[in-house]
Each structure stands twice: as C-alpha cells, then as structure tokens.
C-alpha cells in the first residue's frame, strides 16, 4: 500500500506577519516556512497506517525555501521516499494551482490513498485536498482523526464540533483531509535527521506551470481593526496577579 | 436566477448548525442591497420541518435516503445538479466538517472559483466583497466577489445567528434531481463524545491553557489554580492532541462551546478555531508571552508574561484573598 502525502509549507505565525508595498500581498522578504502543521498530522497518521499495514510513505512537496529540511525530518520520522517538484513557489502560490500540480504527478503514480493536512492556515481559496480530489475523480473525506484500512477501503473517524464523531467508510482510492494524528508528531533528534541527509536522497520532478484560476486576489490585506483591545496590566508577576485578583473581586468571584 | 445567493443548510442529526444561520445572516444582509432572493438548499430525507425558521425567501429540498447523513459524494451530485441548473451570484457554504469537504470540490467541477474563511461580506460600488480571514486570524483579505458565481466557505463572527432567523416560515419547493449513484463514502454510525464526570460548558470559571503550558508536567501548576478558584481546567486543541487532557476538556471549533463567567487563557493564542468556541464568556483575562496574540483582541484584560512565571503566584494571591 503506497501512502502519498502531499505537503506544503507555510508563514511560521510566531513571527511578525507583515503586508508587502502593495496592500495585496504578505511580505516575503523576512518570512519563514515551516511544514503546515496538519500536513505534518497527515505524515504521522501516514506512518502509523504504514507501521500497521506495511507499504510506503510517499511525501511530495514543492520546493518552497526551506523545503529540503523539512523533507529530510520526514525521512527522519520513518517516509521512504521523498518526492521535491521544481518551478517557482516563491509568490503566492493559491490550492487551485498546488492541487493541479500534485494531481498531474498523482495520476502517473495512481495512488490508493493521499493523506494531506485539512486544512492551511495561509490558504484563502479552500484546503488542497478537496480541490485534489475533484481534480482526480476521487472521494475526499476531511477532518480525519483515525484511519483503519481493510480490503479496498478504509474507515475513517471524522470529527464534527462537540467531540462528536462519525465513522465513515470510504471505497479506494481516496483522499482524506487530515485533522490529528492518532498520535502527535513527537520530537526528532537533529542526530536522526542528520542521519536521514546524509543516507536518503530527495527525488526531483518538474512540475507544470502554475495555473492559479479559481482562486481569488484580494484588493487590499491587512491587520484586524480591532473593537476594543484587552487593557493590558503592566508589570512583574506580583504586579499582574494582584490586579489580576482585585479584577476578579469586581467581578464578585471571592 | 443570476442573483440569488445560495446558502447549504448544515444540519446533523435532526438539528440545524448556528452556522446555517450566520450563513442565513449574511446572504439576508447582501440580498438587502441588491435584490436578490435568499435560497436556502436543503438536503435530507424527512428533513423539511428544519427550515421552518429560516430567514429564506425560498427552500430548495432535496429528500433522499442517501442524504439522511451528511456524505460528501452524495451531497455533491446533487448539489453539482442543483447549481448548474440556477447558477446563484453567490453559494455560501460553512467552513466546517461539511461544508469545506465539498465546496473545493465544487469549484472544481463547476469552474467558479471559491474563497474561503469568509467572516463577512460588504457592498461596495454596488459589487459584493468578501472579507476573510487568515494567518490564524491576524490577516485580513478583502477583495471583490467574482462574477457570474462564487462560491464562499463562512466562519462565524460576522453576524448574529439571530439575524439568520424568521418567524414566519419560508416557501418550500421540493425539488427533483437525479438519484445518488456509485457511493463510494458511506456513514457506518456517530460515536458520541465520551461522558467524563465534567461539563466544561456547564462550569462559571475555567481556566483554559495552550500550547504555552509547554511540557505535561507544568499542566499540575494550572491545576492548582483552577482549585484555588474554585473552577476546572479546559484547553485549545494542541493541549488535547498531545494526549495530556481529555477531549471533553476541549474548547473550540471541534470541542466545545463555552460560555462561563470568568475564561482565564493562558497560553492560548486565540486562533479563530479556538475563540469561536470561547468568546461569548463575560469575563476573559489572557496571559501570553506575544503582544500580538489575537486572544487580546477578544480579551477584557491582559498580561504579556510567561504564564508559568504567572500562575504560581496568582494561585498563592488567590488563596490568600479566599483565605482572607
């Protein structure tokens, strides 16, 4: 059983996001990319399902900056093959067009089960994996926390609010967009991914150009106004607790 | 017709999801500017007595036993049919478990395009424009409805549910469509959240931690708060992935929704997942180490500090005043 899982990178949030000249665009110049947490839920949900099952993890990525890292840490974690696709990712880069890309690759594979992350917090056309799955002709479940297979299918949990669950089947192929992995990601040892850059190889392929249509450009991003921020207490902890408890004797709490 | 704004009813297990009616909300406040008659596509089986309070100028009902549940492959043949026939302005779906299982997909097979993450809408020069967020909720992107028809997955936030809602009942047409055929997703059964001896959405003070509580260990010095309170611990979805807290403890877009008297985040960014299922309590007071964490935005009070640095001594400050 070969297990795709295409992957992106995103703006790492920790940082100060910042609107480009233009008022349409992030700031590029001083972003880092980090894996797309979901992303990194589905290659663990991957690599359980393969440790149960046997097969292969397959990871495929754009190569965003900063991408061999985050490939080689797969490899770190148990993927077997890692698959870079070579173009331009440098500018805004919407789902439409990343799920064109994988799609073409994807269908040379055929692949039995794509695993991707439910969602990206960048994204503002939709997640990748329902786009990819119209794109391939095949059945996409989301918000996936538990995937069981079994012979040409697999039972999925999927979430709805509330903690409330439904337990879907769906036939092979298919898609499932990728909420929590059963069990999250652990830490990597940097000696392990060291091992992994010096022991794997990182397949290239060149993908098509990139077709953006049925995303949307927006005119203008920017920052929240907000209504009314939080007062802010100043001060050292003593400080913060002590207003912190005459707040909440206002309150009548005591 | 070309202007009508479409709206996909979420509903599970006999009951309308608040999102429907924020959807509902927004559509009514587009359709006040422009003339547009508000359609509210209902799929189900038995399922019309649903749309008896919908703010709609008309249901279209689709009943079938294949769409008893929410499956997406079912939903989407009969949704694809329903939106090539009458091409809306405007299809609003929410983005949730199932809503934002099918509108990507739709877009594919209909070649409208969608945005996604929709808080609200706005007429601007008589054009829609969407307003969404993203970058957990630190950016905001406006930008105009393309034209002939878009389709938009919401979030909540923008309008009162209330606003959603009608007490007069709308027109129902039961629509024909074809069959549901070659199901290849089938809904076996729920599975209900586990039962465990508490009901966060029940409790007046709660103290919430996130990913700033950093190790499980740490989780007993948040403890000691929530007993000095008098309150019990929740937190924000990477708390509970990790294994250290149980999925009831959850407060969010995928757990659960809370109203108490006192929220103490601590930690907590306040991504939208998590402050959509928070922000209605009357009292939150936020501790995190970023000034720029949206949780201050939805705040009363704040502090920039450490919470582990924090809560020791707020829980020795409250005891003493308890203790007086």
């Known amino acids: 059983m070969d297990i795709f899982v295409p992957v992106k990178l995103v703006p790492d949030l920790v940082e100060e996001l910042e609107i480009d000249n233009s008022g349409t665009s992030l700031d590029r110049t001083f972003l880092r990319l980090m894996l797309n947490e979901f992303d990194e839920h589905a290659i663990q949900e991957a690599i359980l399902l393969k440790n149960r099952i046997g097969g292969q993890v397959i990871v495929i990525a754009p190569d965003y900056d900063g991408v061999d890292d985050v490939l080689y840490t797969a490899v770190a974690r148990g993927v077997d093959r890692v698959i870079k696709l070579n173009g331009d990712f440098e500018g805004d880069v919407n789902s439409h067009a990343l799920a064109r890309i994988i799609a073409a690759k994807l269908k040379k594979f055929d692949p039995d089960l794509v695993l991707t992350g439910v969602q990206a917090h960048d994204s503002l056309d939709g997640p990748v994996g329902a786009l990819l799955s119209a794109e391939l002709g095949i059945p996409y479940v989301g918000y996936v926390s538990k995937v069981r297979m079994s012979e040409g299918k697999c039972t999925v949990s999927k979430e709805y609010p509330g903690g409330l669950m439904a337990e879907m089947e769906v036939v092979l192929p298919a898609i499932l967009g990728i909420q929590a992995a059963e069990e999250p990601p652990g830490y990597i040892a940097i000696s392990k991914i060291r091992q992994a850059m010096k022991g794997a190889t990182i397949e290239e392929l060149d993908s098509d150009e990139l077709n953006c249509s049925g995303g949307v450009t927006p005119s203008r991003m920017y920052q929240p106004e907000v209504g009314e921020k939080a007062t802010m207490i100043d001060g050292e902890e003593d400080a913060i607790a002590e207003r912190i408890v005459e707040v909440l004797k206002e309150r009548g709490i005591f | ?324």
């Open chain 2, 1 to 324: 017709m070309e202007n009508d704004i479409f709206v996909l009813v979420e509903h599970l297990r006999g009951e309308v999801s608040e999102i429907t009616y924020v959807m509902l909300a927004a559509a009514r406040d587009l359709a006040a500017e422009t003339d547009a008659r508000v359609v509210a596509v209902l799929l189900g089986q038995g399922a019309e007595k649903l749309a008896n309070d919908f703010a709609a100028d008309v249901v279209l009902y689709a009943d079938h036993e294949a769409l008893k549940g929410f499956i997406s492959d079912a939903y989407l043949q009969v949704l694809e049919n329903i939106l090539q026939d009458h091409s809306p302005r405007i299809a609003i779906f929410g983005d949730t478990s199932i809503g934002a299982d099918i509108a990507g997909c739709l877009s594919v097979k209909l070649g409208s395009p969608l945005v996604s993450g929709c808080r609200s809408f706005t007429m601007e020069d008589g054009k829609p424009k969407f307003i969404s967020q993203i970058y957990g909720g630190k950016i905001m992107a406006k930008g105009e409805v393309p034209s002939p028809t878009c389709l938009v997955t919401m979030i909540p936030g923008g309008y009162k549910p209330e606003s959603g809602k009608s007490t007069s009942s709308p027109e129902i047409n039961s629509i024909t469509f074809p069959e549901p055929t070659g199901l290849r997703v089938s809904l076996n059964q729920y599975v209900e959240p586990e039962i465990t001896d508490v009901d966060i959405s029940k409790e007046p003070v709660l103290v919430a931690i996130g990913r700033g509580i950093g190790r499980e260990d740490n989780i007993e010095l948040a403890e000691e708060l929530a007993d000095a309170l008098g309150g019990v611990l929740c937190a924000s979805r990477p708390v509970v992935d990790q294994g250290w807290l149980s999925t009831s403890r959850m407060v969010g877009k995928s757990g659960k929704s809370v109203k108490p008297s006192i929220y103490l985040a601590m930690g907590i960014s306040g991504a939208p997942e998590h402050v959509e299922g928070m922000s209605d309590s009357e009292l939150i007071i936020a501790v995190n180490t970023d000034p720029a964490a949206p949780i201050f935005d939805v705040a009363q009070y704040g502090a920039e500090i450490d919470l582990l640095d924090l809560l020791p001594v707020l829980t020795e400050k409250i005891e003493a005043a308890k203790g007086g």
